[in-house]
């Protein structure tokens, strides 16, 4: 939750986990925003704005966006991982890297910002990141 011009009014955002979504998640994140009277953006890193929700709202905005498998917490240990599409969706992965970072993310203790690779390809690592690679059997190293 951040600032808004008007202070009787905030701006919530919301990440997809693995920058993903359903269309029936996108579908509730849009009626979210009419229900709680907000403009809906796209940010650049693939997140939902809410511009200009009011400011009672907001607690019960994010508690719904929650519950919809998001992110609105900078310390959720889901926005610290990062993956490729993996098994899900290119024929190369060598691994289910969804699966494995929701694994990651249930963890007690995340070892800071994780990228995760299905093959040595390494699509999309971001930079002085901590990358895991799968290799043939599957297993990130
Ligand atoms: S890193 Fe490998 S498995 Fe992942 S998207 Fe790229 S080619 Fe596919």
Redesign the pocket.
Known sequence: MVPHAQPQRVNVVAAPFLGRVTHQVLVAVAGLAVTHAADLRLTPDHSFAFCGPPSSAARQLMADLVDLGLVVDRNDPKAAISA????A???????D?HTVAADLAAASHMPGRVHL?????????PAGVRQLV?DESGTFR
């Open positions: 490729c599409v993996g098994s969706g290119c024929w190369w992965a060598h691994a890297t690779s299905a093959c040595a390809k390494r699509c999309g690592a799968a």
